[in-house]
């Protein structure tokens, strides 16, 4: 036991240099680390949370592992308190892992004015045997990584902007999941905006009173070249949605991916393709409702803003999984849950980035 307390020693030592400067501070500052009984530092605190969170142990097991590595001793109780004392503090180490990484999350000025929303769901499955299956269908402001609104559903309710209430001046963003006509014009009757990446065949387009030809319109760009036409969505019962289409052609190697990746799922699907949809993945295709001094340019700089939020929150659903006992009815600790979550993500990624150059004891030096 003294050997394995000696490793998980060093090895944390090595983990933590990865955390953002004054992390322990902060702990305090941000109501993490108040009450000092049973656990009197914020390495404490981190390493307990994390057992629950990143190794998706319930609480009474998490407690139980605490006890015998001499970490803490607290009941599963008291673990469920200082995770949702914990929530803002996960906040603020994702925004500054998020800053190591260049991204600055500061809401620019020509945003002011609305409520910017990263819209996404994932299916999470519990473990064990008798492990559930729910789908989590969440909300984060993108400038702040504020979480906003989640719901937990059955897994057979799919992503839609109805899930979710919007009010005057939200921004929703999502994607192709997110792109179907009744749920943006959901958002808009409520007195919202959205920006979707397109979904093909999901309704007809038009341009002054012609249906509209995607692929037709967008063999004409360059590489790295952006375009938008003012169109209107309908469908077949008559009702409309003013909308912009914007579009940016791929380079030829990302487009050869996003290619290989498409008949990677419909292989494993056993489904085909039709030739147009192959055609539509060497662009990046959005659309939005945002007024026209809004560019082109800086709603797709937005989603992609948005998308390396999203990448590192998919990574750890892809890669690690979402389990470890979400929590259903609480909602303090829930939010907790996905700050912590998304923590985790953003500190993978971290490692993953510092791993690329090559050193040989494997970590960043102080």
């Not at 050997?3 to 090595?14: G, L, P, R, T």
């Not at 179907?180 to 007809?204: E, P, T």
């Not at 290619?259 to 056993?270: D, L, R």
Request: contains cysteine; positive net charge.
């Amino acid at each position: 036991m003294k050997a394995n307390i000696q490793y998980f020693s060093e090895d944390w030592k090595v983990l933590s240099r990865f955390f953002p400067k004054g992390w322990k501070m902060q702990a305090k500052t941000l109501g993490a680390l108040i009450r000092q009984r049973s656990i009197n530092s914020a390495n404490k605190l981190l390493q307990l949370l994390l057992i629950h969170l990143a190794d998706g142990f319930s609480l009474r097991e998490t407690v139980a592992i605490a006890k015998r590595g001499n970490i803490a001793d607290i009941s599963d109780v008291a673990l469920l308190k200082r995770l949702k004392s914990s929530s803002e503090w996960f906040r603020w180490m994702s925004l500054e892992l998020l800053k190591r990484k260049g991204i600055d999350m500061k809401i620019p000025r020509w945003l002011s004015g609305y409520n910017v929303k990263s819209i996404d769901a994932s299916v999470i499955t519990e473990p064990g045997s008798t492990g559930t299956d729910w789908r989590l269908h969440y909300s984060i402001y993108l400038f702040g990584l504020q979480c906003d609104q989640f719901i937990i559903t059955q897994p057979n309710v799919g992503e839609s902007f109805l899930n979710f209430k919007v009010e005057q001046g939200d921004l929703f963003i999502g994607d192709r999941a997110y792109g179907r006509f009744k749920s943006l014009k959901y958002v808009k009757d409520n007195g919202g905006d959205f920006i979707v990446r397109f979904k093909n065949k999901a309704f007809s387009l038009y341009c002054d009173n012609e249906e509209f030809k995607v692929v037709e319109e967008l063999k004409g760009l360059k590489v790295g070249q952006i375009r938008e036409w003012p169109l209107i969505a309908s469908t077949s019962e008559g009702t409309e949605l003013n909308l912009r289409l914007c579009a940016i052609k791929k380079n030829k190697k990302a487009a050869e991916a996003a290619i290989k990746k498409v008949k990677k799922v419909a292989s494993k699907k056993q489904k085909t393709i039709d030739p147009e949809t192959l055609e539509l993945h060497k662009y990046i295709i959005i659309l939005t409702s945002l007024k026209q001094e809004i560019s082109a340019k800086l709603i797709s700089e937005l989603y992609r803003c948005r998308w390396q939020v999203e990448i590192a929150f998919k990574r750890l659903k892809s890669i690690m999984g979402l389990g470890g006992h979400l929590p259903k009815t609480d909602v303090q600790s829930c939010r907790a849950w996905l700050h912590g979550k998304m923590f985790l993500a953003l500190l993978a990624q971290t490692i993953v980035d510092e791993g690329r150059l090559f050193s040989p004891w494997g970590y960043p030096l102080s």
